[in-house]
């Protein structure tokens, strides 16, 4: 089945320890999305790739970066991560199309000691 | 700027009771309507979506009609099951965006269903 696909599903790091959560999907699309969501909260998108074109959100701090080195892969990048940076971190793609669904990974939850 | 208003939650009900999920939103064109439904510790699928309006969107029981008239787009099930335990978001798609399907998200609702 075509999916959307996040390693690790959990991952524990310490306070300003870099941390590289991963992302692949086998649908082909154009578009791949980076959302943080913390509990009970909404989705709080970060930043997407329209194919290799980077569009980073007004409000996403700087210590989150990412990459996007081919179709299949994008990465997350967090170089130094604070206490208030756990959360669960999740992967959507989509056509670029604004009335077609996104497809979710299961995320990653993110643990900061 | 778009924006999206979900009813407050959380929602607890019967089994077989009838669901509402009140949803209205705010956009500056003809935007398209989903409502994404996320069980606990899952990322979240899509449930059903609406393209244009007096679309109804449909799916495992649930459905929502696309209201321009009213801005909204609730969720409705007749009969729910302990199994729809989850949260519910509404989300709207602007047909002003070049670059993806960039969602905004209402605030979810969290339904419990009790046997």
């Known amino acids: 089945d075509a999916m959307v696909i996040q390693n690790p599903r959990y991952q524990v790091t310490q306070f300003g320890k870099p941390v590289t959560l991963s992302c692949s999907q086998t649908l082909n699309h154009n578009v791949m999305y980076w959302y943080q969501q913390k509990s009970s909260q909404a989705p709080k998108l970060l930043f997407h790739?329209?194919?290799?074109?980077?569009?980073n959100e007004a409000d996403t701090p700087d210590n989150f970066q990412s990459r996007r080195p081919n179709t299949s892969f994008c990465f997350l990048d967090i170089r130094s991560p604070g206490l208030g940076d756990a959360a669960m971190y999740l992967c959507?793609?989509?056509?670029?199309?604004?009335?077609?669904?996104?497809?979710f990974g299961p995320g990653t939850r993110l643990t900061v000691l | 700027g778009n924006s999206v208003t979900q009813m407050e939650g959380p929602v607890t009900l019967s089994e077989e009771a009838f669901l509402t999920i009140n949803c209205t939103y705010t956009?500056?064109?003809?935007?398209?309507l989903f409502w994404y439904v996320q069980y606990p510790g899952e990322g979240l699928q899509l449930l059903l979506k609406a393209t244009k309006a007096d679309d109804k969107g449909s799916n495992k029981g649930f459905e929502a009609t696309y209201r321009k008239e009213t801005t909204s787009f609730h969720l409705e099930k007749g009969s729910v099951q302990v199994s729809d335990s989850a949260v519910y978001f509404c989300?709207?798609?602007?047909?002003?965006?070049?670059?993806?399907?960039?969602?905004?998200f209402g605030e979810g609702t969290q339904l419990t269903v009790n046997p």
């Open positions: 959507a793609t989509s056509l670029p199309i604004y009335t077609t669904q996104q497809f």
């Open positions: 989300a709207l798609s602007d047909q002003g965006e070049t670059s993806g399907s960039r969602l905004t």
């Open positions: 790739y329209y194919d290799k074109d980077f569009n």
């Open positions: 956009a500056t064109g003809y935007p398209s």
